[in-house]
């Protein structure tokens, strides 16, 4: 069964630091672009960070640069999103997406979601 699994969410203080994992399962995230999207209480979901299949590419929602960082790990079959500098403002459900090779804006275009993790950050 192929999925994606979050994980690394929970309560921090504002100014801190959290990172979290996109696992995939019954297949591999080396021909796959992952997003990172996030629906905080009462909006709509909004992408975050995307990193494309051969990493050549990266994206970042504004309020997020210079503090959120997307890497991924073939050999772990993981995507990470390293959050630092945390606000209020960040906090939501993330949740993780794969489609083929390049990124997109466009939620309906990835092929694999997850279940999302929880991110709550106190002020």
């Known amino acids: 069964q192929k999925q994606l699994v979050e994980s690394g969410g929970g309560l921090v203080q504002s100014g801190g630091s959290l990172r979290l994992s996109c696992a995939a399962s019954?297949?591999?995230?080396?021909?796959?672009?992952v997003h990172w999207f996030r629906q905080a209480p009462g909006k709509r979901r909004e992408g975050v960070s995307c990193?494309?299949?051969?990493?050549?590419?990266?994206y970042y929602l504004d309020s997020v640069k210079g503090r959120f960082t997307i890497s991924r790990d073939n050999a772990e079959n993981t995507v990470y999103l390293q959050m630092n500098s945390l606000e209020p403002e960040d906090t939501a459900v993330y949740y993780c997406?794969?489609?083929?090779?390049?990124?997109?804006?466009?939620?309906?275009?990835?092929?694999?979601w997850g279940p999302g993790t929880r991110v709550t950050v106190s002020s």
């Open positions: 997406a794969a489609r083929r090779w390049d990124c997109s804006v466009v939620e309906g275009l990835y092929d694999y």
């Open positions: 019954g297949f591999t995230l080396d021909y796959y672009a």
């Open positions: 990193i494309s299949s051969s990493d050549d590419n990266t």
